[in-house]
């Protein structure tokens, strides 16, 4: 049996990273970045208010309340057209500019607009001066928003290897970075294989099962940001699979298939895979997913998983999902890995493996992360597993007792 890093270290080796490609910054979300950003702009443009209120000269509201003459307004948007004098205010919207001479803004909550004649409150003459009573001393800077105080001209913003969030595709439309090196998104093939499978919603004649695996990988391969191109079930026959295989080749930047790798299975994936890629099948050292194959088809990655549903899912879990990560220019490759507390006992029998046993987990009260095995490890029941958030890693022997320590993978 391979010892699953050796297997891992062989498939990753065999998986580099894309040529990297530039792409509008519209089409990035999710990639890798191939390159570092550097901006060629600044952020904030311009000194601007970071409230409404008055645009006003700190020293003429050192003493408070003070009543000063309101000389104009400034909405976002629009650029002050007179400087603020001694006694004046400026009447200004968040984002705006600030006015020169001014060096600090008072917030409208702070201000009680006056009449012209200075005494009574209202709605100002539109002949007449325009008075503001303000209430709040400011200190020169207060409430304004320095140009440049987010991102300045040539500031490194996010180097090689960090992925496009929503939040970063924000700041590359704040800098007007319109386009961005990155690493391509992969388009990844996945089929089913075997004879017994239905996935047309028909009746189930006997030996026939409902198909789950590919439907469920394309799913994984989505969340891993893939671009999927679904092959559909494929049945146990050679020249059919072989033609299908060919094409996905010519079509994509990897396949993952499901079925017929393991030791005893009626070997269509084995015979066509064997005949026209370059594959090693291998038996690997953990429970599930023991069988696993991967290769190359015209130098396209083939991963070979296993049919057993929940083999299926471990075995894109630990080969296909790190490989296909790194293809696309991630760094940090596997599932974040936390040491966890069982609730409960995760018993097995010494096999020489590494067993993946499923669980559900969440952090408790004393920082650590609880789990509790799912009520069925079978490897054909999906159904148990499915709902599992984690993957304890537990060590060949008999297992881990209450209130235990093991390492477990985050699932999500
Ligand atoms: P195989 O790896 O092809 O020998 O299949 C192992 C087991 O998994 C068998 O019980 C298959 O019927 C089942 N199986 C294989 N492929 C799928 C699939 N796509 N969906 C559900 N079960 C499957
Ligand atoms: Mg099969």
């Not at 948007?77 to 205010?89: K, L, S, Y």
């Not at 096999?351 to 009520?375: E, L, S, W």
Request: aromatic share 4%; proline share 7%.
């Amino acid at each position: 049996m391979t010892p699953l890093e050796d297997a891992q270290a062989f498939v990753l080796e065999s998986c580099p990273p894309r040529e990297a490609v530039t792409l509008p910054r519209e089409q990035a979300g999710g990639l890798v970045l191939a390159d570092v950003v550097v901006s060629t702009e600044i952020v904030p443009p311009f000194d601007n208010t970071a409230v409404d209120g008055y645009a006003v000269r700190s020293v003429d509201v050192a003493t408070v309340p003070v009543e000063l003459t309101v000389v104009g307004e400034i909405a976002a948007g629009a650029a002050p057209d007179r400087p603020v004098g001694e006694g004046e205010a400026i009447r200004i919207m968040t984002g705006a500019p600030m006015p020169p001479g001014a060096d600090a803004v008072v917030m409208v909550e702070y201000s009680e607009r006056l009449g012209t004649d200075g005494g009574e409150t209202g709605e100002p003459k539109r002949s007449g001066v325009e008075r503001v009573r303000l209430s709040e001393s400011v200190s020169e800077g207060t409430a304004i928003r320095r140009a440049g105080d987010d991102v300045v001209v040539g500031e490194e913003l996010f180097f090689a290897g960090t992925q496009i969030t929503p939040a970063i595709e924000g700041v590359l439309a704040s800098v007007n970075a319109q386009q961005v090196s990155v690493y391509p998104r992969l388009r990844v093939a996945v089929l089913s294989t075997g004879d017994e499978l239905i996935s047309d919603g028909s009746p189930l004649a006997p030996g026939q099962i409902r198909e789950s695996n590919k439907t469920m990988l394309a799913g994984m391969l989505a969340e891993a940001g893939c671009e999927v191109v679904d092959l559909g079930v494929v049945r146990d026959d050679e020249a059919e699979l072989e033609r299908v295989l060919r094409a996905a080749a010519t079509d994509c930047d990897a396949i993952v298939s499901s079925g017929g790798v393991s030791m005893g299975d009626y070997d269509v994936v084995k015979a066509v895979l064997g005949r026209i890629a370059d594959m090693t099948w291998m038996q690997m050292s953990i429970k599930p997913a023991k069988p696993f194959a991967f290769g190359k088809l015209d130098g396209v990655p083939v991963f070979g998983l296993p049919g057993n549903p929940v083999s299926s899912m471990v075995s894109f879990e630990l080969m296909a999902r790190p490989a296909l990560r790194r293809m696309m220019g991630h760094t940090q490759l596997a599932r974040p890995s936390v040491v966890a507390i069982a609730d409960h006992e995760l018993r097995r029998n010494p096999d020489g493996k590494v067993h993946f046993m499923r669980v559900n987990g969440q952090f408790a009260d004393d920082g650590r992360f609880h789990i509790t095995p799912v009520n069925a490890q079978g490897s054909h029941q999906l159904a148990a597993t499915a709902s599992a958030d984690a993957m304890a890693v537990v060590p060949d022997g008999n297992g881990v007792e209450v209130g235990g320590e093991v390492a477990v993978l985050l699932l999500r």
